[in-house]
């Protein structure tokens, strides 16, 4: 498959990064040279030098080739005019990063595609959706649903009331004595001299205290999980929100509609007037949100959850420890360094947003065609989860796990089998119409499609 990617920022970086792994056909092109070295350097793609809203830029790259367009740059009039020109040119596929979640309404969608843009993302949507989830599931810092919700991904860190700490998975999860509800797909633990490492659990591994654990779950054990976890689901009723931007104000809303209890903080004084007018039912606050005194007035030692949406990574993860160290249980930072994601656990903000990431991980499931249904990236590490749905023809159909023998590197976390949930054991055997749910690292994408093709 022949991709373009129209941006070499975080987001076109990241993009290319995965897709060469998958050994890709992948161009990428930017006016700017030194992106451009940094992707040539560590990535098997080819770049371009030139403007993506150029014909004859388009034109040396053989546009019309391509059968997907996606540009990806910080400028969504110019990822729209390079989109269209792009499909106009003999693109086969577009798809185009937004800002102005406007354009995600349904009734905008059939003028979208009547020029030529077949998916729109909204980073700013997806950050806000992802926040808000993350507010009503108390104990987690990650949260994805898989297959219409029957099974779902969960991430949290193990702390002292853990109840499985210092057990094996085997111990834990007796297939012996009951169906299993949950089954570990991934463990992040820090070693002695400060690395992450990653391990796919086994019957034999055992949980550690501070482990970042994900979990693929049925829709209906998220209270035994919590159970497990030595925790109860709370409902956090007061919510502050520092920084009035796209994200902010989709934050909001949304936990507005939740019934939640919202304050918003915006530092600019006409800004803040401003969404004081749009959001009525909000109460909006001027002010420095890393300012003590000013979160005292406010009320952080009542507040359940803040949420640092600004512009400023920095001021996002500063007001988040200062919001802890007044008490607040849970406190999400939006970033836009990547690198800041593995940090959060050592320093104890409860989960990192990264728009960029969001932005990539949902461009994913456009990319991939035919029996991948779902992917979704895990921010503080480098693997995916991915959806795929068997067919007659598929090499795993009408075999048990154990006789599959998937890559050392993956594990099967989930089955869904018409519409019913179910974490397998290694007699399981798949059947056609299934759809399975895989922990994948990135030395193995490509043979775990081989096994769903």
Known sequence: MKIVIGGAGEVGFHLAKWL??????????????????????????????????????????????????????????????????????GAKRTIARITNPEFLRRENAVPVQRIGIDVLISPEQLAATEIHQLVEESAFNTTHAF?????????????????????????????????????????IRTTDRGM????????????????QVYFIALK??????????????????????????????????????SKHNVKLIEKDRNKAFDLA?????????????????????EGITNADAFIAVTGSSETNIMSCLLAKSKGVKKTIALVEN??????????????????????????????????????????????????????????VANKTLKEIKLPKESIVGGIVRKNEGIIPTADFRIQNGDHVVVFVQPSAIAKIGKFFQ
């Not at 019309?64 to 499909?87: E, G, H, P, Y």
């Open 20 to 89: 060469s792994k998958e050994m890709q056909d992948v161009t990428v092109i930017d006016t700017d040279k030194d992106k451009l070295h940094v992707i040539e350097s560590n990535l098997d793609v080819l770049v371009h030098r030139g403007d993506i809203t150029s014909f004859d830029s388009l034109r040396a790259i053989k546009i019309d080739q391509a059968d997907i367009f996606i540009t990806v740059t910080q400028l969504q009039n110019t990822n729209l005019t390079s989109a269209l020109i792009a499909k106009k040119m």
């Open 147 to 187: 297959a219409n919700g029957e099974l779902k991904l969960f991430g949290t860190v193990l702390d002292k009331d853990c109840k499985v700490l210092e057990k094996q998975v085997r111990e834990v999860i007796d297939v012996s004595k009951q169906e299993p509800y949950f089954m570990p797909i991934a463990i």
């Open 338 to 395: 990547m690198d800041y994601i593995h940090l959060s656990q050592e320093i104890g903000i409860s989960a990192f947003i990264n728009k960029k990431l969001l932005a990539a991980d949902s461009i994913f499931r456009y990319i991939r065609q035919g029996d991948v249904l779902d992917v979704t990236g895990l921010s503080d590490v480098d693997a995916e989860v991915m959806e795929f749905k068997v067919d007659e023809f598929s090499p």
């Open 277 to 297: 007018d749009e959001l009525s039912d909000i109460l909006i606050i001027n002010g420095d949100g890393r300012d003590g005194d000013l979160l005292e007035e």
């Open 220 to 257: 209906h054990a998220t209270a035994e999980i919590y159970n497990i976890l030595g925790k109860k689901q709370e409902f956090y009723k007061n919510v502050i929100v520092l920084g009035g931007g796209s994200i902010g104000k989709k934050t909001v809303s949304l936990l507005k509609q």
């Open 196 to 211: 992450h490492e990653t391990i796919i659990p086994r019957g034999d591994t055992v949980y550690k205290l501070n482990d």
